[in-house]
């Protein structure tokens, strides 16, 4: 369930979605004097990323007003990340402004973003909290001064603001959130996000960002340049094998928040650890060579992965 855009990224959708058009400015509230402009080419740009990372999937089966409060946090969590991956310049001024924005939206103002307009339905019904959503911003501005994480400890700090909010604003769109489930959310959503970093290696070091742990590149005698090349050494490989196991083990130590959940909160939160479990065996699949593109789930992988969630069985990445 993490950074929103890794929802649907957990099943194994490449990232890698044209943001060279209206992302950056899709809901900025710094892009221009005309605050409004632009709004219908902001649903067309979100609809469209939405399309590259297969999130309808996990949506479609789910009733309208879930579909309908998930997309708006989706469309949200999209414009932060945009702000933060995509802009043009120095990007902090506009996350910062769009954080003020955020707390326009809380304090029962108008916000100038768009985008923030369309959630505040979802605020007023769910009852969301402001503090996940800002906490995605502190993400994407700690990416502007961080490249590398030297300890596990350091990145699953990262996850806490990068993924772990992305979980909790579910749980309350679903009316499920309690201490032991955000407890158990937290640990599905770090290991989606340490899937996702370990599908995008290429991706991120191309952006010039390391998120595998700078002490196990040491353990396993891998250099930053090594994950220049086009193919995995058999040391890089080691490297994201541990890492992918280190993953599952922290996915399977969420699968109680599954047998707890009800309803509707139940599947949308299965899918995407059934998307996650799916990745690793992708992983797998590849043998661990991530450098040559990230590696991708098949459709019955997902499902497979779903059943087996629902009935408690743990993955095993390798």
């Known amino acids: 369930m993490p950074d929103m855009t890794s929802l649907p990224d957990a099943t194994g959708a490449d990232d890698g979605a044209d943001t060279t058009t209206a992302g950056p400015a899709a809901g900025n509230p ?26 309808p999937v996990a949506l479609r089966i789910l009733p309208r007003r879930h579909r309908r409060h998930l997309q708006a946090v989706y469309d949200v969590a999209r414009v932060i990340d945009d702000l933060g991956d995509s802009a043009t310049g120095d990007r902090r001024p506009r996350l910062r402004a769009f954080d003020a924005d955020l707390d326009t939206l809380f304090d029962g103002g108008t916000p100038r973003t768009p985008v923030l307009q369309r959630l505040r339905r979802t605020v ?10 800002h906490d995605l911003v502190a993400a994407n501005l700690l990416d502007q001064e961080k490249a590398a994480y030297g300890t596990w400890a350091e990145l699953a700090d990262y996850c806490r603001l990068s993924a772990d909010p992305v979980g909790r604003i579910v749980l309350q769109v679903f009316g499920a ?13 770090t290991a989606l996000q340490v899937i996702e970093h370990c599908q995008d290696v290429a991706e991120d070091r191309r952006a010039g960002r390391i998120y595998l742990p700078l002490e196990d590149l040491d353990r396993f005698g891998v250099r930053p340049t090594d994950l220049d090349a086009k193919r995995a050494t058999p040391a890089v490989r080691k490297l994201v094998a541990f890492q992918a196991d280190r993953a599952a083990a922290l996915l399977d130590s969420g699968l109680p928040l599954l047998r ?18 799916a990745a690793l065996y992708a992983l797998r699949r590849a043998r661990w060579d991530v450098l040559a593109g990230p590696p991708k789930p098949r459709k019955r992988e997902v499902v497979t992965q779903a059943a087996a969630a629902t009935f408690g069985v743990g993955v095993t990445s390798r």
Do not use: K, M
Not at 46 to 52: D, I, K, N, V
């Open 30 to 55: 710094t892009a221009g004097d005309d605050d409004t402009a632009g709004t219908a080419g902001d649903d067309a740009y979100l609809r469209a990323r939405e399309h590259a990372e297969n999130f």
């Open 124 to 133: 007023e019904e769910c009852h969301l909290d402001a503090q996940p959503f």
């Open 177 to 189: 959130s309690t201490p032991t489930r955000v407890a158990l959310s937290d640990n599905i959503c």
């Open 260 to 277: 707890d959940l009800r309803g509707w909160a139940r599947l949308a939160v299965t899918g995407y650890v059934a998307g996650g479990r």
